[in-house]
């Protein structure tokens, strides 16, 4: 079956079509060729023994030329005197004279005594009558055994089956256009575009449009309401924060610089709360075409001026891609910095082809296990065996981040094995 709605649609068009023609076909021909044939051929046949019976009357050469001429003038067929070796052995029809069959079979079965019928042509037929005078051959159009038109029914049939297809064609792309760009819409909203659309079509297609827009207006209502929420909160918590970061450090108590360090993890968290939160108003950011292999690389370079021990790895393809910088650059930054904390060498790769860009991130850390990984996935998960937690005070947000990155580009996250040993992030963009 095609994959395509415009393939599908066709072939359930064209079908019926096609096997209706070639079932009207078959029985028009069975019926011209069998019948017609046969009941015209049936009609010389009589006339041949007419002729037949008018030279076994006749006792003189004399006599049987006359008979000859006076059939030739009543039924215009052409009857003449050959030589025995003049009579070929055999009938003869050509291989594709399908009507042929029915004349050869029909006057065999009228005329068991009649000699070879040779039919080299459309257009002639000659028939061998043995009679006491010698062999006659008699020769007639092919029209008195067989209608001359009938392909015309078969030409008619096939030129209007072929308008009928183009016109319904026409009339079905017209149809399927609107859920063409509802799918469009829908697939350009779940890369983080914002594709315009308005409602069109049959009564089916702008129900399922408007349920759309609707679910689209939701998601972005959704989307904005908890990122005002979050940054309001966040807002809220710096000011006291703030004073309480200030007290501490101008505080003699010598408990103080711990508690100096709680604040400044809580502002830190806070921070990294406020940037998850934002994550998914990236739906509306604009796109814009980028060369990924100078991304990548400006932010490599910037992560190892950082004292970042991260190095560019192998850079296969090239070509600009649609994405929205900012959010890959985060998105990169997020990977970067996991790898950081678990490993001492990191290595980031990019693979460009005409699908996908894929931007690799390894490190020779502890790895996560391939069980754990889908959990590893998930907002504020803390992985205690696989990922030493200890290191680092964070809340489990730098993958989920990557990963709606990801997803918000029409790609995803995937987490695999590195050839350094430890674990490989895959941030896949779709093109």
């Not at 009941?39 to 003189?60: C, F, I, N, P, W």
């Not at 069109?200 to 689209?216: I, K, T």
């Amino acid at each position: 079956m095609p994959q395509s709605l415009y393939g599908r649609a066709a072939l359930i068009l064209i079908f019926p079509i096609v096997f209706l023609q070639f079932a009207v076909s078959l029985v028009f021909i069975q019926r011209h060729f069998e019948g017609v044939t046969q009941q015209m051929t049936s009609g010389v046949a009589l006339e041949l023994h007419y002729l037949k019976d008018r030279l076994a009357e006749t006792d003189t050469t004399d006599q049987a030329e006359q008979a000859v001429a006076d059939f030739e003038a009543a039924f215009k067929l052409s009857p003449e005197f050959v030589a025995p070796e003049d009579v070929p052995d055999t009938d003869y029809r050509r291989f594709l004279d399908i009507s042929g069959i029915y004349v050869i079979r029909t006057l065999s079965l009228a005329m068991p005594d009649v000699g070879p019928v040779i039919m080299k042509s459309d257009f002639d037929i000659s028939v061998f009558i043995p009679s006491k005078h010698g062999p006659l051959r008699v020769d007639f159009g092919r029209g008195r055994v067989s209608a001359n038109n009938a392909h015309q029914l078969i030409v008619w049939t096939v030129g209007i089956g072929v308008l009928l297809i183009v016109i319904s064609y026409v009339f079905l792309k017209n149809q399927l256009r609107p859920i063409k760009r509802l799918a469009l819409a829908a697939d350009a909203f779940g890369k983080g575009r914002h594709l315009p659309y308005s409602l069109s079509g049959a009564s089916e297609v702008r129900s399922a449009g408007q349920a759309f827009l609707d679910m689209r207006a939701r998601i972005e209502r959704h989307i904005e309401q908890r990122t005002l929420l979050l940054s309001g909160v966040s807002h809220d918590l710096r000011t006291p924060l703030t004073r309480l970061k200030l007290a501490l450090s101008m505080s003699d108590d010598p408990d103080a610089a711990a508690m100096l360090r709680d604040v400044e993890d809580m502002q830190r968290l806070l921070d990294e709360f406020l940037s998850f939160a934002r994550r998914g108003s990236e739906v509306n950011l604009q796109m814009e075409e980028a060369d990924p292999r100078e991304l990548v690389t400006d932010i490599v370079a910037a992560e190892r001026k950082r004292g970042t021990n991260v190095a560019m790895g192998d850079v296969q393809g090239s070509g600009l891609v649609t994405l929205h910088p900012l959010s890959i650059k985060r998105a990169l930054e997020n990977l970067i910095g996991n790898a950081t904390v678990y490993g001492d060498t990191i290595e980031v790769s990019l693979e460009i082809d005409a699908n996908n860009l894929v931007i690799s991130v390894e490190d020779n850390g502890p790895g996560i296990p391939p069980k754990m990984r889908e959990e590893a996935m998930k907002p504020f998960a803390r992985l205690d065996s696989s990922r030493n937690q200890n290191k680092i005070s964070g809340v489990g947000l730098g993958l989920p981040i990557a990963s709606d990155v990801a997803r918000a580009h029409g790609g995803e996250l995937n987490l695999v094995e590195s050839k350094l040993g430890g674990l490989k992030a895959q941030l896949i963009i779709a093109r």
